[in-house]
Structure formats: structure tokens, C-alpha cells
């Protein structure tokens, strides 16, 4: 079991920059992994802001995101994080990581449902 924990976040103003980083024990050290984070603002369904295959593929953005935010993966540490820059009101939300559990194709990893683990949260706040 993919056991995750996310740091970082805060609060900044428009047009500045946060990174969230989530720590992940277990396998995603190996390939063909699915990892990614996630949002969900208050009153709001969770949807997804980016996602990657550990080792390989591409990764994927929500149209909302693209060219503001980069996703990345360590496969030394573990580590995934989302560097957000040019933030918005908009982009206020809980932000969660999630990983599967196992390896998983890699159009899977656009498919919220295909994710297992998940860590606690962590929040950004951008004022206007």
C-alpha cells in the first residue's frame, strides 16, 4: 500500500508561485506507476490538475493549468511535486496527491477513478 504525505502550499498573491511536494513510501520508486495531484475547492467536485506515469509517458495538465504548472516525479526520493506558477484566485483549493497502488497503463492515469492512495491535503490559498 502507497502511503503519501504532501507538503508545502500556503497562501500567496495572484500571480505568484507555490510548490507542493508529496512524499511516497512503497513502490512508486518503480516504473509504469500512476501519480498526480488533484483539487477540490469548497461546494466543488475534485478534479484533476496533473498526472504522470513514474518513468514514462507524458505528463497530462488540465487545460486550466497548462503552462502555469509543472508536475514532477523523483524517482530516487519518491518524491512528486507541482511547481504553480502565475497563480489565481481560481487556483484556491485543497490539493491532494494521489498514486495507484500498482502499475497501470498509461491512459489510465487520466481516469481519477484509476487512483487508489491518496494523502490528507494540503491547502493553497491565492488572494486577488
Known amino acids: 500500500q502507497v502511503q503519501l504525505a504532501e507538503t508545502g502550499g500556503g497562501s500567496v498573491q495572484a500571480g505568484g508561485s507555490l510548490r507542493v511536494s508529496c512524499a511516497a513510501s512503497g513502490y512508486v520508486y518503480s516504473n509504469y506507476y500512476c501519480m498526480g495531484w488533484f483539487r477540490q475547492a469548497p461546494g466543488k467536485e475534485r478534479e484533476g490538475v496533473a498526472v504522470l506515469q513514474t518513468g514514462a509517458g507524458y505528463p497530462v495538465y488540465a487545460d486550466s493549468v497548462k503552462g502555469r504548472f509543472t508536475i514532477s516525479h523523483d524517482r530516487a526520493t519518491g518524491i512528486m511535486s507541482l511547481q504553480m506558477d502565475n497563480l489565481t484566485a481560481e487556483d484556491t483549493s485543497m490539493y491532494y496527491c494521489?498514486?495507484?497502488?500498482?502499475?497501470?497503463?498509461?491512459?489510465?492515469?487520466?481516469?481519477?477513478?484509476?487512483?487508489?492512495?491518496w494523502g490528507q491535503g494540503t491547502q493553497v490559498t491565492v488572494s486577488s
Open positions: 494521489a498514486a495507484t497502488n500498482g502499475r497501470a497503463r498509461y491512459f489510465s492515469c487520466t481516469l481519477q477513478t484509476t487512483f487508489t492512495s
